[in-house]
């Protein structure tokens, strides 16, 4: 069972960037997808997730600048993210969860983490 995210890198502020998280192994249909970052001295923080019926919910912070989708015939998530700013800068994770949750955006209902993909935004 594995996921691996793609597709971070270096922006300037203001620019775009559109993860991948690619699933391996998994019924990936079966499973609600989220994304998470973590900043370098921060917490990890819950940007949105996407149900099996491709409902997206996002963290109010995250809402309007970053856009969840999935491909299942892919087993490919996406995150895109635009009007990057510097305080974006972090370690972008997906993750898998068949668990029942109260709060969809709660990290610890997720089972199945990638190993992360690194987003800088600089000038």
């Known amino acids: 069972l594995q996921l691996v995210e793609s597709g971070g890198g270096l922006v300037q502020p203001g620019g775009s960037l559109r993860l991948s998280c690619v699933a391996s192994?998994?019924?990936?249909?079966?499973?609600?997808i989220a994304w998470f970052r973590q900043a370098p001295g921060k917490e990890r923080e819950a940007i949105s997730c996407?149900?099996?019926?491709?409902?997206?919910y996002y963290a109010n912070s995250m809402k309007g600048r970053f856009t969840i989708a999935r491909d299942n015939a892919k087993n490919t998530a996406y995150l895109h993210m635009s009007s990057l700013k510097p305080e974006d800068t972090a370690v972008y994770y997906c993750?898998?969860?068949?668990?029942?949750?109260?709060?969809?955006?709660?990290?610890?209902?997720?089972?199945?983490w990638g190993q992360g993909t690194h987003v800088t935004v600089s000038s």
């Open positions: 996407i149900t099996t019926d491709e409902k997206t």
């Open positions: 993750a898998l969860s068949q668990n029942l949750a109260k709060d969809l955006l709660d990290p610890f209902w997720y089972d199945y």
């Open positions: 192994e998994f019924s990936f249909e079966d499973y609600r």
